[in-house]
């Protein structure tokens, strides 16, 4: 089968294709890496500060250094690393865009996989595999559709955050649910220390319900949503921020962040 991941050059996607790559050997798989909001180190607003530490800080901070060494020194590979363990081609591009359609057509793949994707696809993309395309979503579905999941799950007093397989059409986080797995929070962690483990249990949860079915050709049975319970969620405002570290978790902690890069072998915090 000839599977095209779609998701953003950030630290929990890298953590997540961890899971997922080895899960493909067999495969046909390429990558589409889209860049993600680029944060704010500065920035009052600690999810702007977190998207940051996710994105702009790992890659420069922690990818780079780790690309340079011949060999992977830690148990998690940086995504240059996964694509020469795994023999997978990534593609630094937005997969809707013309260039990026040019790509994903010339791969011609039966299955597309949404993991940490945060675009809507348009058509032709959406016809272009025979085994339609799939995403995991962050959030129980229909209730938390949207952006910031995570966020809005905990500020509805949730004490489990869902990772959500279902299949993608034109409308957000709409389509069909597949299945979904919950991971209990730990109180005494931040919001991002949940995060990889989440994304990894969606990435379970595929291999495990999914794949099997597509590998031999057929889509997976999947339940339309309750449309009278959606409720599609936005970036939260400041109160709502204010509230949910207040009442909920902190964004990020040195510990917790410290803690997933030193998997990839990592000096942090910085030691010279």
């Given amino acids: 089968m000839r599977i095209l991941v779609c998701t953003q050059r950030d630290l929990v996607a890298c953590v997540?294709?961890?899971?997922?790559?080895?899960?493909?050997?067999?495969?046909?798989?390429?990558?589409?890496?889209?860049?993600?909001?680029?944060?704010?180190?500065?920035?009052?607003n600690p999810w702007e500060r977190q998207r940051w530490f996710e994105g702009a800080l790992a890659r420069?901070?922690?990818?780079?250094?780790?690309?340079?060494?011949?060999?992977?020194?830690?148990?998690?590979?940086?995504?240059h690393h996964l694509a020469r363990r795994h023999a997978v081609r990534f593609h630094a591009i937005n997969i809707n865009t013309s260039d990026g359609y040019k790509i994903a057509y010339s791969f011609r793949p039966d299955l597309i996989l949404c993991v940490r994707f945060r675009r809507v696809f348009k058509e032709p993309i959406l016809s272009?595999?025979?085994?339609g395309v799939l995403s995991l979503h962050p959030g129980a579905l229909p209730r938390y559709a949207g952006l910031a999941a995570p966020v809005h799950t905990l500020l509805a007093g949730e004490g489990n955050l869902t990772s959500t397989l279902h299949v993608s059409d034109s409308g957000i986080d709409t389509g069909p649910v597949i299945a979904s797995v919950d991971l209990p929070v730990d109180?005494?962690?931040?919001?991002?220390?949940?995060?990889?483990?989440?994304?990894?249990?969606?990435?379970?949860?595929?291999l495990r319900e999914a794949l099997p079915g597509?590998?031999?050709?057929?889509?997976?049975?999947?339940?339309?949503?309750?449309?009278t319970r959606r409720r599609y969620h936005r970036e939260p405002t400041p109160q709502e921020i204010t509230v949910f570290e207040r009442r909920c978790l902190p964004f990020l902690n040195e510990r917790d962040y410290?803690?997933?890069?030193?998997?990839?072998?990592?000096?942090?915090?910085?030691?010279?």
């Fill in 258 to 272: 410290a803690e997933t890069v030193r998997r990839f072998g990592a000096d942090w915090p910085r030691t010279s």
């Fill in 214 to 227: 597509l590998a031999e050709g057929s889509r997976p049975l999947a339940q339309p949503q309750d449309r």
């Fill in 128 to 131: 272009l595999p025979s085994l």
């Fill in 60 to 79: 420069h901070a922690i990818f780079l250094p780790m690309d340079r060494l011949p060999h992977p020194v830690g148990d998690l590979l940086t995504f």
């Fill in 187 to 206: 109180w005494t962690r931040s919001l991002f220390w949940h995060l990889p483990p989440l994304y990894v249990r969606g990435v379970e949860l595929f």
């Fill in 16 to 44: 997540a294709l961890n899971r997922l790559l080895p899960g493909l050997d067999g495969h046909a798989v390429e990558v589409a890496l889209h860049e993600p909001p680029s944060g704010d180190p500065g920035s009052r």
